[in-house]
């Protein structure tokens, strides 16, 4: 079975930081590209970030310069390193996987809150 397993996710002050980790397993993970999504009550679901499993990453516009999604592949688990949060950045995030046969998974989201 497929299973991403987030963890990471609490409440912190503006201007801090949290690191937020998907550990998966069911997929070939390395041939598999990763993102993370948020999504706030009453509005869709966003990317935030996305990894290749070459390493080629991208961003929103709204986390540039702020969040960083990274990889292990010997440990199957993407991260997605996120400072100088703001109060906007208050969400639910979820871990994302897209595999070489075009399949996806979703974990069950973490939560981010991220007070005045």
């Known amino acids: 079975q497929v299973q991403l397993v987030e963890a990471g996710g609490g409440l912190v002050q503006p201007g801090g930081s949290l690191r937020l980790s998907c550990a998966a397993s069911?997929?070939?993970?390395?041939?598999?590209?990763m993102e993370w999504y948020r999504q706030v009550p009453g509005k869709q679901r966003e990317l935030v970030a996305s990894i290749a499993s070459g390493g080629i990453t991208n961003y929103a516009d709204s986390v540039k310069g702020r969040f960083t999604i990274s990889r292990d592949n010997a440990k199957n688990t993407v991260y997605l390193q996120m400072s100088s949060l703001k109060p906007e950045d208050t969400a639910v995030y979820y871990c994302?996987?897209?595999?070489?046969?075009?399949?996806?998974?979703w974990g069950q989201g973490t939560q981010v809150t991220v007070s005045s």
């Open positions: 994302y996987a897209l595999t070489t046969v075009w399949r996806a998974y």
């Open positions: 069911g997929i070939i993970f390395s041939s598999t590209v």
